[in-house]
């Protein structure tokens, strides 16, 4: 491997790195652009300018590959001089509308023009006016006038999507980004090119304008969309009537944005994913615990759900339908519950829609149908003679939580949600969603994953393998001492080969595959 020194370090690196890519991978900071790790390399922003000596002018940081004996200076005054150079002419068209930019805050401009600028402008002409809040697609927008022509939205649907909807238009200093007359961009992955967008020439119409990046509470976790398991950031935040108000804390979910993992998802979502957010705010939640469609207390609820549950374990006329959106730790906890009454089939309800593509939607729609059926196997249909039948709703959405089929069952349900099998259950029990739930899914390939909870559950609804010990002990059985998930878990790891030795520890941010026998 070719050694190359960089501001006075030696380093090795591996043959075919760039400068840039050398400076990155040691944590030494390049101003960029156009450089994207998943993109090809465009080399048109020319921020990332080096000086490397022997070269008779200045070299693309993110074009030129690294060689044996190379010395680069990657902050003597030269490279500033060309930095500062970039940014003026990056600002002399750029309009000055941060306080109203959704950008504002994680912008790049914004940052480079402190770091790298002169804070003035030689620039005394009207600056070119373009087109705003253009209507490209179902879900973004765009301010031509802050375009810095990167060209990161191009190559994304070029070589990513291929759908190649994006292109420049006109020529020198009316050069623009648009989109191909007669096309959209709708996409199923188009939210990306606002990830990948430096600054705020595109933005995301369901975010746009509700609320400012740094009033947001970031969590890292998996998105419950499809059984390929996207790591993603989730944002919760403040929802303001006014971008200059200071707004009012409402603990929503205002945004879900990618989270680097190449064994998974790389560098993107779909569109799905990205705004499943909604899905969960916009169903009907169940705030309250019900026993005979009246309002009770959850203790009450556990009561009656543990005495009906215990009678139909008793004379085997117990069964169970869960959701393959639940973490691992719930459906565990519940099939551990169920075995003390009496035992019974489970039937992990079938999640599918459209098809697998290429990229990474898959047509599973359960974010834990792999880890569903290693802990409750593959069985058939609940038996026909269950006459009490325990339905774990979905935490995502309310229109794909289990149907109750049969009539004259007596329903016990717990769920997030208001639906069709809850308004019919003789007990109603609220559990906490997607994004209030902390614990583990299993990816459609067989890898653990950790999902973290984004805000506190609404009304009464508490995780589900609380309830399940709280009906167990109300049913005059004896509960496992848990006292969190990560309990839950470690029963789980002990009990499931397929989850052996998976601790919160080692799946960490990025998870693991499985290290037991992989099952169905």
């Known amino acids: 491997?070719?050694?190359?020194?960089?501001?006075?370090?030696?380093?090795?690196?591996?043959?075919?790195?760039?400068?840039?890519?050398?400076?990155?991978?040691?944590?030494?900071?390049?101003?960029?652009?156009?450089?994207?790790?998943g993109l090809s390399i465009?080399?048109?922003?020319?921020?990332?300018?080096?000086?490397?000596?022997?070269?008779?002018?200045?070299?693309?940081?993110?074009?030129?590959?690294?060689?044996?004996?190379?010395?680069?200076?990657?902050?003597?005054?030269?490279?500033?001089?060309?930095?500062?150079?970039?940014?003026?002419?990056?600002?002399?068209?750029?309009?000055?509308?941060?306080?109203?930019?959704?950008?504002?805050?994680?912008?790049?401009?914004?940052?480079?023009?402190?770091?790298?600028?002169?804070?003035?402008?030689?620039?005394?002409?009207p600056k070119l006016a373009l087109a705003k809040a253009v209507d490209i697609g179902a879900h973004v927008?765009?301010?031509?006038?802050?375009?810095?022509q990167c060209s990161r939205c191009i190559r994304f649907c070029d070589e990513i999507t291929k759908t190649g909807e994006l292109g420049f238009f006109e020529r020198g200093e009316r050069s623009q980004i648009g989109i191909f007359p007669g096309r959209r961009l709708d996409n199923a992955y188009s939210g990306n090119v606002v990830d990948l967008c430096p600054v705020g020439a595109l933005t995301l119409k369901e975010f746009r304008f509700q609320t400012r990046v740094w009033y947001l509470r970031n969590t890292s976790t998996i998105c419950a969309g499809c059984a390929r398991g996207c790591n993603v950031v989730v944002g919760v935040g403040?929802?303001?009537?006014?971008?200059?108000?200071?707004?009012?804390?409402?603990?929503?979910?205002?945004?879900?944005?990618?989270?680097?993992?190449?064994?998974?998802?790389?560098?993107?979502?779909?569109?799905?994913?990205?705004?499943?957010?909604?899905?969960?705010?916009?169903?009907?939640?169940?705030?309250?615990?019900?026993?005979?469609?009246?309002?009770?207390?959850?203790?009450?609820?556990v009561a009656k759900a543990g005495e009906l549950l215990a009678a139909a374990g008793r004379t085997g006329a117990l069964a169970a339908i869960v959701s393959p959106r639940l973490v691992s730790e719930d459906l565990f906890a519940w099939r551990t519950a169920l075995e003390a009454l009496g035992g019974g089939p489970v039937r992990?309800?079938?999640?599918?829609?459209?098809?697998?593509?290429?990229?990474?939607?898959?047509?599973?729609?359960?974010?834990?149908?792999?880890?569903?059926?290693?802990?409750?196997?593959?069985?058939?249909?609940?038996?026909?003679?269950?006459?009490?039948?325990?339905?774990?709703?979905?935490?995502?959405?309310?229109?794909?939580?289990p149907a109750v089929e049969a009539q004259g069952i007596e329903v016990v349900y717990v769920g997030p949600f208001v639906t069709e099998a809850s308004e019919r259950a003789g007990v109603a029990i609220p559990s906490a969603s997607w994004s209030e739930a902390d614990g583990t899914?299993?990816?459609?390939?067989?890898?653990?994953?950790?999902?973290?909870?984004?805000?506190?559950?609404?009304?009464?609804?508490?995780?589900?393998?609380?309830?399940?010990l709280d009906v167990l002990a109300a049913a005059g059985a004896s509960a496992p001492a848990w006292t969190s998930e990560t309990d839950v878990l470690a029963a789980l790891a002990a009990k499931v080969p397929e989850f052996s030795g998976i601790t919160p520890d080692s799946l960490g941010l990025l998870g693991v595959p499985a290290r037991g026998p992989v099952g169905a």
Request: hydrophobic letters at 35%; proline letters at 3%.
């Open 441 to 468: 899914f299993v990816n459609f390939e067989g890898r653990a994953q950790r999902v973290r909870r984004c805000h506190l559950p609404v009304g009464e609804a508490r995780p589900s393998w609380r309830i399940a």
């Open 348 to 401: 992990v309800h079938e999640l599918r829609r459209g098809e697998d593509d290429g990229l990474l939607i898959r047509a599973d729609k359960g974010a834990n149908s792999k880890g569903a059926s290693w802990i409750f196997g593959t069985g058939a249909a609940p038996a026909a003679k269950a006459s009490t039948l325990l339905v774990l709703g979905d935490t995502l959405d309310a229109a794909d939580s």
């Open 141 to 148: 927008t765009l301010d031509q006038e802050r375009c810095i």
């Open 42 to 125: 465009a080399g048109n922003c020319r921020m990332c300018l080096v000086d490397v000596e022997k070269q008779p002018k200045l070299v693309i940081g993110c074009y030129t590959t690294v060689a044996e004996g190379m010395v680069v200076h990657t902050e003597n005054d030269k490279v500033k001089k060309a930095r500062a150079a970039m940014m003026e002419f990056f600002l002399i068209n750029h309009p000055l509308d941060c306080p109203i930019c959704d950008q504002a805050g994680e912008c790049r401009l914004q940052d480079y023009a402190v770091t790298h600028g002169t804070g003035t402008s030689r620039y005394t002409e």
């Open 238 to 301: 403040q929802q303001q009537t006014m971008m200059t108000t200071s707004g009012q804390i409402d603990d929503r979910i205002k945004r879900i944005v990618p989270r680097v993992n190449t064994e998974v998802n790389d560098w993107w979502i779909c569109d799905e994913g990205r705004l499943s957010y909604l899905r969960e705010q916009g169903s009907r939640r169940l705030v309250a615990s019900a026993v005979a469609g009246a309002a009770t207390t959850y203790d009450a609820a």
């Open 1 to 37: 491997m070719p050694k190359v020194t960089i501001d006075g370090q030696e380093m090795e690196v591996a043959a075919g790195t760039t400068i840039l890519q050398a400076c990155l991978a040691r944590g030494r900071e390049i101003p960029h652009y156009c450089y994207h790790d």
